[in-house]
C-alpha cells in the first residue's frame, strides 16, 4: 500500500458551536499524490457524557438533522454510543499509528476545532499539533474547485462516506501542487 501523507476528518454533530456535541468521528487516511486509501476510523459517542462537561446541542441543527434524508437521520442512531474518554482514546491510538499527521477537517471553524475541544473537555491530549491542521473549504476556495460538481458515493452526513467524498474532490486541488 503506498504511504499515507494525510487523513480526511469528518464529525457528526448537534451543533456548529465550538464546544459542539459529536454525534461520531470517522477518519480516513489517504496518499495525497496517488489518491489511494487506507485505513478507516469511526465510532459513536455518548451524547449525554458530553453535555455533562460542557457540550453544546444547538436547536437549529437538530432541525436541520429533521430535514435531511431518512438514510442520515438514521446515521445518528447507526453507531453504539460509546464512552467519550475511550472513543477518543481509541481516535488517539489511531492517529499515532498513522505517518500521516496532516488532518484535513471541512472548514476553518469546525471539525478539527471541535474535536480538539472535546479532547480538552475530557482532559485527554489531542494527538495532533495546530499546524498539522488544514482546512478543506479553504482549498476549495482558492483553487476554487466546486465539491457540488463531484458526484457523491455512499451516504451523505455518513463519516467516512463524507471523508471519501472530500478526498475525491480534494485530490482535483492537490494536483496543482
Known sequence: ?????????????????????????????FNRKTGK????????LDKFEQIEKGGVV?????????????????EINRLEKINVNEALRAYADWIRQSKAMTVWG?????DNVILENLFKRHGIAYPTKFWDNRCVRT????????????????VKHRGI??????????????KHE
Not at 501523507?5 to 456548529?16: H, P, Q, S, V
Request: glycine share 6%.
Open 1 to 29: 500500500m503506498a504511504n499515507m501523507t494525510d487523513i480526511m476528518l469528518d464529525l457528526e454533530t448537534l451543533g456548529t458551536d465550538s464546544n459542539s456535541v459529536v454525534i461520531s468521528i470517522s477518519a480516513v487516511e
Open 37 to 44: 486509501i487506507g485505513r478507516e476510523f469511526e465510532m459513536g
Open 58 to 74: 444547538d436547536t437549529a441543527t437538530i432541525e436541520w438533522w429533521a430535514s435531511q434524508s431518512e438514510e442520515a437521520k438514521e
Open 106 to 110: 471541512n472548514g476553518a471553524t469546525f
Open 139 to 154: 482549498l476549495c476556495d482558492l483553487l476554487r474547485i466546486d465539491p457540488r460538481k463531484t458526484k457523491f458515493i455512499g
Open 161 to 174: 462516506d463524507d471523508c471519501k467524498h472530500q478526498i475525491t474532490y480534494c485530490m482535483k486541488g492537490f
